[in-house]
């Protein structure tokens, strides 16, 4: 199994896996919110083997759904690569404004009633690994396969072209492209058939589709089913 990987992008916030000269099987799901059931069962129909085959999830890996807490059971695998989205981001804020703030209570509101269980319980150390885990994690990914570039990015990507939202630095990055990247629901919302630029087609979540299904619009895959209230994922095979 060969994978090569590297940092790139104007402040290293893409995380580039070529998969050319890989032999084994590549999947993406995205928005488990802690519904790690589904993934499994997912990972048993294709009789997934983590010695040969690799998962790339699109994020939110927690919040809402029942076993969140064990979140580095699957971010802490060789097998995995995950990026940042604004459920990992919403965390890292709350712990950097020293649980209480802004960040803190969206987080709370929005299925993150087991984090602060952990606070109370004063699983520091656990909480730290966390932290440290989602910031550690890339803004998006770009896949290399022997016949495609596909970018996986949680909501949107910047500007509509993949190509600029490699060169974008850090202040254009805080300015607007990590929120973008990490939030934006417009271009789902409206439905629009977006040709994103510099990649033959991008991987998505962040907004639960319609019809509970994965849509495709341009060439972006909406792949976020509503784990968590529809008991369903998605799960694709890349490679």
């Not at 998969?19 to 995205?30: K, P, Y």
């Not at 059931?37 to 690799?54: I, R």
């Not at 984090?115 to 909480?127: V, W």
């Not at 058939?193 to 990649?199: D, F, W, Y």
Request: aromatic share 10%; hydrophobic share 35%.
């Amino acid at each position: 199994m060969s994978t090569k990987t590297r940092l790139i992008g104007g402040s290293g916030h893409i995380l580039q896996v070529d998969l050319r000269e890989f032999s084994g099987r590549a999947f993406f799901s995205t928005d488990l919110h802690g519904c790690y059931d589904l993934l499994h069962e997912k990972l048993n129909e294709v009789a997934f083997n983590s010695s040969t085959d690799l998962l790339f999830l699109g994020a939110d890996m927690c919040d809402r759904g029942p076993d969140s807490q064990h979140v580095l059971d699957y971010l802490n695998e060789p097998w995995v690569y995950c990026i940042r989205a604004n459920h990992e981001q919403l965390l890292i804020q709350t712990v950097e404004e020293g649980f209480s703030g802004p960040a803190a209570r969206c987080l709370y509101e929005n299925g993150g009633e087991w984090f602060f269980n952990m606070l109370d319980q004063g699983q520091m150390s656990t909480i730290k690994a966390i932290y440290e885990s989602f910031k550690s994690l890339p803004l998006a990914i770009e896949l290399l396969t022997p016949t495609e570039k596909i970018g996986i990015v949680h909501a949107q990507v910047p500007s509509g072209c993949w190509d600029e939202f490699k060169k974008m630095t850090k202040p254009e990055l805080e300015w607007n492209g990590e929120a973008t990247a990490q939030w934006a629901r417009t271009n789902y919302d409206k439905k629009l058939s977006i040709q994103v630029g510099g990649v033959d087609r991008v991987m998505v979540g962040h907004t639960p589709t319609d019809s509970g299904e994965i849509e495709v619009l341009g060439n972006v895959w909406h792949c976020d089913l509503g784990s968590f209230f529809r008991d369903k994922i998605s799960f694709v095979q890349l490679v």
